[in-house]
């Protein structure tokens, strides 16, 4: 019997070491049931099922791209669960990701919504708001120290980008707000209108239609129209303007520029004429090399909006950012 207890206190202590070596491990397709994940390991998720790359995704966030894929892969080995495919070439949602991703928002939302009560204002707290390039300039320099000036607990994000990632960016959850021009129709998405806005047609000094303020849209016929890079709403609104009234405006389509001020140079540069909206037409006329001309009533424009997801429980607070946007409307 000694000799039966004195073999296994020899053994015990390597017995122990085995196990301990094991608790430290996590198995594939095991939950670790001890496991909580943080805010920044949920962010890094949601971030690349909606842009679908690293670099990307980390520059939103503003955070390296090796701290990105650290975060994301302590949230997967946490779970026991892969829930993005990488490779190479291209980044996928596992359906693992994919069922678990709306639930990732709805923490996150829950999140920044306790962050906005404890600052003792429902519209303070961090604020991810997306807003299009043809939008972004001009409303911007009165908008945000309007935000500061009325809401000083707010923090508000802003990220510049085209229609469609913006919408993708509410569906996932990597924005709370956007303002965009209406209708998005976007499934899921509230959409507060803001104002609405005529376009303007700008040419270069001298031409034969400045001045006007009775144009026919037909007029867009034969005219060389410089328009937009492909993904911006205003390009796809000035094409259907065209459809619309049956015109077959020439050049389009031979210079196409990523922003509206580049647009607006090549007008000044007489390689053509250009529809802006109203908002921009102080700020890209000002230099005087351009003139414009207005189309008869009812004149073709663009209704913006707020939009955000309907599943949030801040619609009070977003639909007060909707007023404060409404009132800094560009003169």
Do not use: W
């Amino acid at each position: 019997m000694f000799a039966l207890c004195e073999k296994l206190t020899s053994i015990l202590p390597e017995t122990r070491q085995k196990v301990n070596v094991i608790s430290r491990t996590t198995l594939i397709g095991m939950t670790d049931q001890t496991y909580q994940p943080t805010l920044s390991q949920l962010r890094a998720f949601v971030a690349i099922a909606e842009y679908r790359h690293f670099g990307t995704a980390a520059a939103r966030l503003g955070v390296s791209q090796p701290t990105l894929s650290q975060a994301l892969v302590a949230l997967e080995q946490g779970l026991g669960l892969q829930l993005i495919e990488r490779s190479t070439r291209r980044v996928l949602v596992t359906a693992a990701g994919m069922r678990l991703l709306p639930q990732a928002i709805a923490t996150l939302e829950a999140a920044d919504r306790f962050v906005a009560s404890a600052a003792g204002d429902g519209l303070g707290g961090t604020l991810r708001l997306g807003i299009i390039p043809t939008v972004a300039p001009y409303v911007l320099p009165t908008l945000l120290p309007e935000l500061r000036r009325q809401v000083p607990a707010l923090a508000p994000h802003v990220i510049e980008d085209q229609t469609a990632r913006l919408l993708e960016g509410l569906r996932t959850g990597v924005l709370d707000v956007a303002v965009l021009a209406l209708p998005a129709e976007s499934p899921g998405l509230v959409e507060i209108p803001l104002y609405s806005e005529e376009f303007v047609l700008v040419m270069p000094r001298g031409h034969q239609l400045a001045g006007h303020t009775d144009i026919a849209t037909a007029a867009l016929d034969a005219l060389p129209l410089l328009l937009l890079d492909e993904g911006h709403c205003l390009r796809d609104q000035t094409l259907e303007l065209c459809r619309a009234a049956d015109a077959r405006p020439s050049g389009v389509g031979d210079t196409r520029a990523a922003s509206l001020a580049t647009v607006v140079q090549c007008v000044a540069g007489g390689l053509g004429v250009t529809l802006i909206p109203e908002m921009a037409v102080a700020a890209e006329t000002a230099r005087g090399t351009l003139e414009t001309a207005r189309f008869a009533a009812p004149a073709p424009g663009r209704t913006l909006g707020l939009a955000f997801r309907g599943s949030t429980a801040r619609s009070d607070d977003y639909e007060q950012l909707a007023a404060i946007i409404r009132a800094q409307r560009p003169k």
